[in-house]
């Protein structure tokens, strides 16, 4: 008799979803993943946050966001290849890691490239940072917007002040063609290593220095196994949100728009908070009282500028010289405005 009245009640209720006289709350919600590499004590997961919420909001729920940060699923790389066949579904992750995806995101790493966040916030956000940021949809990502960690800082287990500084020393760099020739330019050894494993190569001595915003130095501690801090800004870490493309094309228009104008809203909300919480970190690695801080002089970093030069005429031709020209004319219209 059990058995009998089962299957008419399943079709019963298969038949009220097919015709919408279910509630959609009652369907399945679209699940993303969301991947981030930092801990929840950053900017990064601030935006994250906001997203959720945005997107949760917005969709009526039909949409859920859980937030995976602190590499959980895997470090960028390794997450980036997930999403091309969609297993994760949403990350920020560092232009100089999606290279190996797109070769043109290395423009983003050029040194010394932005004078000042405002420029770099108008750069990325205009036509030819859209540009650049378009061309991950062949590498199977949708792309929404840039985010940022902030502009690099320099650590080590010695002062630098010159590029004579940097000469035969192991400096950590990201898996990234161009951070290596950088380093090169300026007589250093470039050792790629995994974010996570940074801390233990500097505790170690497999590396002597490396490379981060301040974000990544105070909440990965990597201040408390080097002895100098350089506040040298002679690079713009950004990253790259991004969706993945085969999963994306999937859904309804309607959500698509929900997920880019969220992850673009919460993209303004993270610079904001990112800004915002520096001062902090850098106050918080001078208390920990194990790490001096080396403010570089304008003349300083021009010497630095002057060495990593020879970068921008080999990767020049690598980017291309289209894209070198209208970065330039960019440059020159934003640099004017300031």
Not at 194 to 202: G, I, N, P, Q, R
Request: hydrophobic share 40%.
């Amino acid at each position: 008799m059990l058995k009998r009245l089962i299957r008419p009640l399943a079709v019963l209720a298969l038949s009220l979803v097919t015709l919408g006289l279910v509630p959609l709350a009652a369907q399945a919600a679209t699940v993303i993943k969301l991947h981030h590499d930092l801990t929840e004590d950053s900017a990064q997961h601030e935006g994250a946050l906001r997203f959720k919420k945005l997107v949760e909001e917005r969709s009526d729920g039909d949409i859920q966001v859980k937030i995976f940060p602190n590499n959980a699923l895997g470090d960028d790389v390794q997450v980036a290849q997930q999403m091309q066949f969609g297993a994760v579904q949403a990350a920020p992750i560092p232009t100089a890691k999606l290279s190996g995806f797109n070769k043109q995101l290395q423009l983003i790493d050029l040194p010394f490239l932005f004078p000042s966040r405002d420029v770099a916030y108008e750069f990325l956000d205009g036509p030819v940072g859209q540009r650049v940021l378009d061309g991950l949809r062949d590498a199977g990502f949708e792309p929404a917007s840039f985010w940022e960690s902030g502009f690099k800082q320099m650590t080590c287990d010695k002062p630098v002040h010159e590029p004579a500084d940097l000469d035969g020393v192991k400096f950590r760099v990201m898996e990234s063609p161009l951070l290596i020739a950088q380093y090169k330019a300026v007589g250093a050894n470039p050792v790629p290593i995994a974010f996570s494993e940074t801390y233990t190569a500097l505790q170690q001595g497999v590396v002597d220095c490396q490379e981060n915003p301040l974000v990544s130095i105070s909440q990965m501690k990597f201040y408390e196994v080097q002895d100098y801090l350089m506040l040298s800004n002679h690079g713009y870490l950004g990253t790259a949100f991004i969706f993945s493309k085969v999963w994306f094309d999937k859904l309804p228009e309607a959500q698509q728009t929900i997920l880019m104008d969220a992850a673009r809203e919460a993209g303004q909300y993270q610079r904001e908070r990112s800004v915002a919480r520096e001062q902090g970190y850098l106050d918080g690695i001078k208390d920990a009282g194990g790490t001096e801080v080396v403010v570089l002089t304008d003349d300083q970093k021009q010497a630095f500028r002057d060495a990593m030069d020879p970068v921008y005429e080999e990767f020049g031709a690598i980017l291309g010289e289209d894209l070198m020209q209208a970065t330039r004319q960019e440059l020159d219209r934003l640099n004017e405005g300031q």
